[in-house]
C-alpha cells in the first residue's frame, strides 16, 4: 500500500516562505501538490514527474512555488515564496503510477497540511 505524508505547513506573514515536504514508500511516476481553501475546490498547484525535469504549475503560483525531488528520499518539495494570504489553504501531496497533469485524477493522496498566510 502506498502510503504519502506531508509535513512542513505553517502560519507566516504575507510576502514569507515555507517549504513542504512530501514522502512517498514507494515509486510513482508523477507526484503533485494540491491545494483547498475553505469553502473552495481543490486545486492542482504544481506536478513533478519523478523520471525526469518535466515540471508543471498552475498559473496562480507559477514564479512563486518551485517543485522539486530527492530522489534518495522519494520526497518531493514544494518550495513557497512571496506567499499571499490567498495561498492559505490545506496542502496535499498526491502521487500516481500513470497520471502527471492538474487535475484531481491522482490515486495516493496524502492527509495534508494546513498552510496560513496572513496581511
Known amino acids: 500500500q502506498v502510503q504519502v505524508v506531508e509535513s512542513g505547513g505553517g502560519s507566516v506573514q504575507a510576502g514569507g516562505s515555507l517549504r513542504l515536504s512530501c514522502t512517498v514508500n514507494?515509486?510513482?511516476?508523477?507526484m503533485a501538490w494540491f491545494r483547498q481553501g475553505p469553502g473552495k475546490k481543490r486545486e492542482g498547484v504544481a506536478v513533478?514527474?519523478?523520471?525526469?525535469?518535466?515540471?508543471l504549475y498552475a498559473d496562480s503560483v507559477k514564479g512563486r512555488f518551485t517543485i522539486s525531488q530527492d530522489n534518495a528520499k522519494n520526497t518531493v518539495y514544494l518550495q513557497m515564496n512571496t506567499l499571499e494570504p490567498e495561498d492559505s489553504a490545506m496542502y496535499y501531496c498526491?502521487?500516481?503510477?500513470?497520471?502527471?497533469?492538474?487535475?484531481?485524477?491522482?490515486?495516493?493522496w496524502g492527509q495534508g497540511t494546513q498552510v496560513t498566510v496572513s496581511s
Open positions: 498526491a502521487a500516481d503510477l500513470a497520471y502527471c497533469g492538474l487535475r484531481n485524477a491522482y490515486t495516493h
Open positions: 514507494r515509486y510513482n511516476y508523477c
Open positions: 513533478k514527474n519523478t523520471g525526469s525535469s518535466y515540471t
